[in-house]
């Protein structure tokens, strides 16, 4: 883990873009390039390696109803497990379109789990609903963190932070009317450099593909 504070961040943002005795650029606004683009970095390592960021479950029960509101801090949704007894067991989404399934008769329950969840807007939403009161705990993505004082900081992943620096040099640049073709093409690479690394960086084994039937008696 390489950890950088924001004011390292600063000062390699003003050595890429040749401004470390400019003001051109104040703090404020280096501040704010530089956190829209840990934002950007944020998303691209969530979008091939979820697992990365993901925090510890969020246990929540239902008392009476079928939904539950999710944490502020919410945003990606990796699974939700139901407490059967002393074990957790997983909680499969349902589409949309089959929000009524479970009450069209054993012939559709037959294929479908009988207890089911969806994420509408800020609430997990449980069918049956006559079966939804229990304990949960959902496996979350939070939001990033802006980087916003000198000694916040970030995990660079492997040197990663690299496409932060370049993607702020490159904001500070375009306020200047310089020209950043190079620093685009270089910004490129390191996206791609992002996309290759993060999707297996659990080098010791390779994904395995699910078995989504496993057990599926048991819901019935």
């Known amino acids: 883990m390489a950890l950088w504070t924001l004011a390292q961040l600063k000062q390699r943002v003003r050595e890429r873009a040749d401004m470390v005795y400019s003001l051109f650029v104040s703090d404020e606004e280096?501040?704010?390039y530089i956190s829209s683009s840990f934002a950007d970095f944020y998303d691209q390592v969530v979008k091939v390696y979820a697992d990365h960021y993901v925090d510890d479950p969020v246990s929540f029960s239902i008392a009476s109803g079928?939904?539950?509101?999710?944490?502020?801090?919410f945003y990606k949704l990796k699974g939700v497990d139901f407490l059967d007894g002393s074990e957790w067991v997983e909680?499969?989404?349902f589409n949309f379109n089959e929000r009524n399934s479970t009450q069209q008769g054993d012939?559709?329950?037959?294929y479908h789990p009988k207890l089911r969840y969806r994420l509408v807007g800020n609430k997990l939403r449980f069918i049956p609903t006559d079966q939804a009161i229990g304990s949960y705990r959902y496996w979350y993505v939070p939001l990033y963190t802006p980087l916003e004082d000198d000694d916040d900081e970030m995990d660079g992943l492997n040197g990663w932070e690299e496409y932060i620096v370049i993607?702020?040099?490159i904001k500070c640049l375009l306020k200047e009317?310089?020209?950043v073709k190079?620093?685009?093409?270089l910004r490129q690479e390191w996206k791609e450099i992002i996309a290759e690394s993060a999707q297996n960086r659990?080098?010791?084994e390779s994904e395995s593909i699910t078995d989504v039937y496993a057990g599926q008696d048991y819901y019935r």
Do not use: K, P
């Open 30 to 32: 280096l501040q704010r």
């Open 66 to 73: 079928n939904t539950h509101t999710i944490d502020e801090n």
């Open 91 to 93: 909680v499969r989404s």
């Open 107 to 110: 012939r559709l329950r037959r």
């Open 167 to 169: 993607d702020a040099a």
């Open 177 to 179: 009317e310089t020209s």
């Open 182 to 185: 190079e620093l685009i093409a």
């Open 202 to 204: 659990d080098a010791g």
